[in-house]
């Protein structure tokens, strides 16, 4: 029979294996409060705060968000997001599920086309910037050439608000269509094989057995995948910065661009803070209808 030594012994040793876990995520919890935590309590109490030459002079209450709502760029930047957004993540989502669709069977060449489809999003996107660039450039860039060879007017893609907002959209489905097509890639590959097998040997096409069976079954993967692709588009900055800056005009100016033109070219630190702050908290709302959402259909196919 143990003594009351090792009984104590043993439970102090469950303890500490029970408290491991917990202590071995410690460094990674304090390097994302340094990272993520700290940077928003900042941005929040920065958007409470009247700023002048960059320096802290007051508390401005809400007068800063005050000053977002009832300013006109704000809400033209908003509006060019959400075209931006809406067109871009469109595209990429079709383009996605078709080229998932294409690869899904294992035919030869499918891995060096897998590995082709992904390549440029690991490209950093300032860099994807910079090609494109090069690319749009009028005088020494591909673009204009092609235009020519073919017989058409040749664009000038980023001097134009039309063509440069166009050529943008271009840049970020070129970028991230591969996302998608690596997440619906998953989601094809995880299927049910029953129904889709029934429904062949029932004699439904294969247009028919994809919206009767696979585009159903694909749903949840699918809605994952563009909620991921909406809070990502709505913060794109680093081509947009690279490419036009917001130009011509206004044209490609999203709200990220904005945001920190009020910061560090207008020096207005509170108005940028709280215009970034409102972002978030709307992409906040965003994510808890999509989770609410899944979770109702969930219940509702259960």
Known sequence: MATITERVAARRAERRTATLPYALLVPAAVALAAVSVYPLVSGIRASFTRFRYGRIVGSAGLQNYNNVLHDQTFWAA????????????????????????????????????RLSLILP?????????????????SGTGLVNPMFAHLGLPMPDVLSHPGTAFYGLVLVDVWEWTPLLFLIILAGL????????EAAAIDGAGPLRTFFDHTL????????VGVILRLIDAIGTFDQIFVLTRGGPGTATQLISIYGYNTAFNFTQYGKAAAMLISLLAFVLL?????????????????
């Open 286 to 302: 965003l994510i808890s209808a999509a989770i609410n959402m899944m979770r109702r259909s969930a219940r509702r196919t259960a």
């Open 216 to 223: 159903p079954l694909l749903s949840p993967v699918l809605f």
């Open 189 to 196: 590959q995880s299927l049910p094989q029953d129904p889709i």
């Open 121 to 137: 999003m690991t490209v950093a996107p300032v860099v994807v910037g910079v090609i494109w660039r090069l690319m749009y450039a």
């Open 78 to 113: 908003i509006r060019v997001t959400a075209r931006f957004v809406a067109l871009a993540v469109t595209v990429e989502t079709l383009l996605g599920l078709l080229l998932a669709l294409l690869v899904v069977r294992e035919v030869p060449g499918t891995r060096f086309i």
